[in-house]
């Protein structure tokens, strides 16, 4: 058994640690297990001192220079270690790159008419990112709009002009560095796909160079597909205000019917939000003995929901499998990203049905219904109908705290309108050192770290400093 002060070493949270205890008494292995039985994890690897790019190998150099310092191909410890950060930068920035994608596609069928459930919610910025791309506006549908848009925003993932759409909105000198040191992104795909090319072995040899190429794939994320899926987000979703929530594992109610959405990509949970709250679906749980339809979030899609629509917040990272310990939860939808192949294990041990819904992102141990534009609102519907049949199946509930409250939705739009619609007053309270400056904390939780330690510490030492 756990002791407490093991407990406590893992999370800093009151819902985490009540959790985690039920898990151990539960038997149930959870990401810290995993981890723990991880140790010591491999040296050479942490480093990034270890590579496997080619049949030629594994290869690893040694650190304290006894050993070998070079590949077989020839590698030194500086190109590797730039190999694999670069490697690392492709993956991410294709993950985020692609979540835009899918947002495109759904605009795509949009503007054909061919989405059921979906709608342009935001029709001012379509008109304002569509004049971005040069697409006309005057005096025509905003479904015609959004059609001509798609398709000029599916042009960035494998353009070959000299550089993204959305970098006319970096100031000029940041764009002068970029372009003086060679990282201009020109287009979403080609800077993930040279990243790869570069990276294999007999390709790019010098360190600075993978590494300079290493920006330039990260800001065609950044610039491109991220922020396509954000402004896409925006028009097919609305753009978030601030709003007031519940967070932690105790926004999961005993009375009611538990679904929980986990992943990325608000294609599936926005659908999932509108079935939650149909008349019909609600009679049909009240049939079953419940006294509603509870619909929580966990990671990113929990957060979409949370800025758009003021709907709870059950937790991070490192929180998704704890949430499923409590028993009270009918079902867990996931699309892709941060989604451990470990949670279809842990909702064995309960009543919980798990589901899939991405064709990209296929778990063992959960049932796969795909999600496309077309099918959503009636699979929505139909996987709500089956969670609330789930209800009956429940076994010990254990809801360990109550929920607190938050704020959320601070979109860029919703603070520039806070500041007067300019952002002047934020400058000059810079300027006059009344701040010093702003930040963004980007980023989960990770078992290395206890649980929130790092975010929570990082904020406090920020606001001391006047950030």
Request: include cysteine.
């Amino acid at each position: 058994m756990l002791t407490r002060d093991e407990i406590h070493k893992r999370t800093m949270t009151e819902d985490g640690q009540l959790m985690l205890s039920k898990a151990d008494r539960d038997q149930v292995e959870t990401v810290w297990d995993r981890y723990q039985a991880q140790q010591p994890q491999c040296g050479f690897c942490e480093l990034g001192l270890s590579c496997r790019n080619c049949i030629m190998g594994p290869c690893r150099i040694d650190p304290f220079g006894e050993g070998p310092q070079r590949g077989v191909c020839g590698a030194d410890a500086d190109i590797i270690v730039a190999r694999n950060l670069g490697r690392m930068i492709a993956a991410g920035a294709a993950s985020h790159s692609d979540h835009g994608r899918d947002l495109v596609e759904v605009l795509r069928r949009v503007g054909e008419g061919q989405a059921p459930g979906y709608s342009i919610r935001n029709e001012a910025k379509l008109k304002q990112l569509a004049a971005e791309f040069g697409v006309s506006v005057d005096s025509r549908e905003p479904a015609a709009v959004a059609l001509d848009l798609a398709h000029a925003l599916e042009e960035e993932y494998g353009t070959r002009r000299q550089a993204l759409t959305l970098l006319a909105r970096a100031p000029e000198k940041r764009r002068a560095i970029w372009q003086k040191l060679g990282i201009t992104p020109r287009g979403i795909d080609r800077e993930t796909s040279e990243m790869l090319h570069r990276t294999h072995m007999g390709v790019d040899n010098d360190w600075v160079s993978i590494l300079l190429h290493g920006f330039r794939n990260a800001l065609s994320d950044g610039w491109g597909g991220s922020l396509i899926a954000t402004e896409v987000s925006d028009i097919l979703f609305g753009t978030p205000q601030p709003t007031q929530s519940q967070v932690n594992i105790g926004v999961l109610k005993a009375d009611q019917v538990n679904i929980l959405v986990h992943g990325h990509n608000p294609v599936v949970s926005e659908m999932i939000s509108q079935a939650a709250h149909d008349e019909d679906l609600l009679a049909l749980a009240r049939s079953h003995g419940a006294q509603g339809i509870n619909l929580a979030g966990l990671c990113c899609t929990g957060n979409e929901l949370l800025m758009r629509r003021g709907i709870a917040m059950a937790g991070n990272h490192l929180s998704t499998e704890l949430a499923l310990v409590t028993g009270a939860v009918e079902m867990m939808l996931v699309d892709y990203q941060c989604i451990m192949p470990a949670l279809g294990s842990v909702a064995a041990c309960y009543h919980t049905k798990m589901i899939s819904t991405s064709d990209k992102a296929h778990f063992p141990g959960m049932e796969h219904r795909e999600f496309h534009p077309d099918n959503a609102a009636r699979l929505a519907e139909d996987l709500v109908k089956d969670a609330i049949e789930n209800f009956g199946r429940r076994g010990e509930v254990t809801i360990p705290v109550e929920s607190v409250s938050a704020t959320g939705g601070f979109s860029v739009e919703s603070i520039v309108g806070a500041l007067g619609g300019t952002p002047t007053p934020l400058i000059q309270a810079i300027k006059a050192g009344k701040i010093r400056g702003a930040g963004g904390m980007v980023g989960c939780n990770n078992p290395r770290i206890k649980q929130d330690y790092g975010h929570v510490t990082l904020a406090r030492r920020l606001i001391e400093n006047d950030i």
